[in-house]
């Protein structure tokens, strides 16, 4: 009797995004998105390396201190160094703020990593403007 093992879990976990369309009109949240974790180190790689290359060279990053774990002011992502900074309001957004110069700054809404996924779903769809239903 031969048994059919599960195939291995994918060595970069899928990003979860979800952005909102280009449009002329600047939005407050231009998506979302769904870390795994608290673990910047860990979750920010993966972030900007899921990015629309039109977006640039993401050079700054600003979170809500309350919410991430403890980072340095920099980072080296691709090869790139990222500033991070910090929000330190704990009545900050819960959002990640990217800035890319000459190509412009996005507002993510972050979705907490336990959210389960019956409930991230619909938080971000509706921060990427996809109406209910599609």
């Known amino acids: 009797m031969t048994t059919a093992l599960p195939p291995p879990p994918p060595s970069h976990p899928v990003l979860r995004l979800r952005l909102a369309p ?11 998105w769904w870390p795994r974790s608290y673990d910047l180190l860990a979750e920010l790689p993966r972030l900007l390396a899921g990015l629309p290359r039109e977006w640039g060279h993401v050079t700054s990053v600003t979170v809500n201190a ?15 160094v990222v500033r991070l900074r910090r929000n330190p309001a704990e009545s900050a957004p819960q959002t990640v703020v990217l800035l890319a110069p000459g ?13 389960s996924e019956q409930a991230a779903e619909p938080l971000m769809a509706a921060a990427a403007g996809i109406p209910e239903g599609e």
């Open 22 to 32: 280009r449009a002329d009109l600047p939005r407050p949240i231009d998506g979302a």
């Open 66 to 80: 309350a919410t991430w774990s403890a980072a340095p002011g920099r980072i080296l992502v691709s090869n790139q």
């Open 103 to 115: 190509q412009g700054r996005w507002d993510l809404l972050v979705v907490p990593p336990d959210t």
